[in-house]
Each structure stands twice: as C-alpha cells, then as structure tokens.
C-alpha cells in the first residue's frame, strides 16, 4: 500500500529537550515536505526536500533541522522544543511532476 | 508574502443542496491550484485539482478557475453529511517547491 508513515504520532515533551519525528515514504517520490498546522494559522511549510541531500527552508524554518540522506526518509529535527512549536505536524511526499501531494498521518507534539 | 485567502466559515447546508467554496490568491504567476479536504485529526486528503480557466468536473465536484480574478471555486453538489469536513485551498509556489495553503472553509451539511 502506498503510504506516508510518521512516527510518533503524539508525544508530549519539556522545553529544550532534542526530539526527532520520523517521516518514510514508500511511493519512491522525489519531493517531500513537512508542515505545520496551527488553528487560524492554517497549514504552513517547515522545510522541503526536492531529492536525496537536497532540503532547503520553507515558511517558518526557525528551531527546526532536517534531512535528506535517503530517498524514502526525510526526519524532523527539533533540536530545542520550546512551547511554541506544540502543533500538528504533517509530513507530504509527491513524485517531481506530480499533481497528488501524499500527507502522513500526522504527529500532535506537545512541549511543555 | 504569498496569500491564499479563503472563508472561515463554518458553511452550513442540507443535505442535497449545493455548497460552494470560494478561495482567491495573491500570485498571478500560480499555475496549479488544489482543494484538500481535512476531517476533523485527520491529514488532508486531495479531492481536485485545476490549472486551466473555466471549470473541471469530478462526480459530484466541480473545481472553477478565473486567472484573470485570481479566484478559484469548489461547487459540491447533491451535498452529503460525509462531505462536513474543512476545505482546503492550496495554490502551488511558481517554483513547485511548495503549496501554500489557505486557512481552511469548515463545511457543515445537516439531514
């Protein structure tokens, strides 16, 4: 089955505390992204990856890292959590040239 | 900044009518335009998409285009009590490297 996978999909951590959510994709797709959704704010993108070792910042980098070192896998670094980053976050995967945009489940970080 | 603008809502309708979404956009330069549709903690899910002017039909959904108004639509016809859920328009980056996302209209239809 095709199919965006995140990991974990909630967790609850304190300020300053390094953290990792992992994103795998199984569709070979060149693109992929992470975002960010917050009420009012809507969905809005972190950092993108156009191939292997390729990433660069999208809207709102700030306190997040990434990176790209296989084609499946694109993890979420958030080196020191502070209680603004508590949101819904998605990672999406789409082939170069493709229309679909495939989004993860969805992880609910909460930094306390 | 890019913007996508939509309605918040919520749109309420009955079961049966039509609902429509509107959304506008800042970059004359877009080309692709998208409409996600999200239930409540879910992740969103893409239901049309559109890149000519004039109107693109999918079974129940009809997705219109006006480049000229910067200004694309979502008609929902025959609407379901499954179709309550928040609409996403997106507008793809001249770069293709990212969507940019409106807001989200929150649909709500009653049976």
């Known amino acids: ?112 | 900044q890019k913007e996508v603008e939509q309605n918040s809502g919520p749109l309420s309708v009955p079961e049966g009518a039509i609902a429509s979404l509107n959304c506008t956009y800042s970059d004359r330069g877009s080309q692709s335009f998208f409409w996600y549709r999200q239930y409540s903690g879910k992740s969103p899910e893409l239901i049309m998409s559109i890149y000519s002017n004039g109107d693109k039909e999918d079974g129940r959904f009809t997705a219109q285009l006006n480049k000229a108004s910067q200004y694309v639509s979502l008609l929902i016809r025959d609407s379901q009590p499954s179709d309550s859920a928040t609409y996403l328009c997106a507008v793809d980056n001249q770069a293709g490297t990212a969507l940019i996302f409106g807001k989200g209209t929150t649909l709500s239809v009653s049976s």
């Open chain 1, 1 to 112: 089955e095709a199919q965006v996978t995140q990991n974990p999909r909630y967790l609850i951590t304190v300020t300053g505390k390094k953290l990792t959510v992992t994103c795998s994709q199984n569709m070979n797709h060149e693109y992929m992204s992470w975002y960010r959704q917050d009420p009012g704010l809507g969905l809005r993108q972190i950092y993108y990856s156009m191939n292997v070792e390729v990433t660069d910042k999208g809207d709102v980098p700030e306190g997040y890292k990434v990176s790209r070192k296989e084609k499946r896998n694109f993890p979420l670094i958030l080196e020191s959590p502070s209680p603004n980053q508590t949101s819904l976050y998605f990672c999406a995967s789409r082939r170069a040239g493709g229309e679909t945009q495939y989004f993860g489940p969805g992880t609910r970080l909460l930094v306390l």
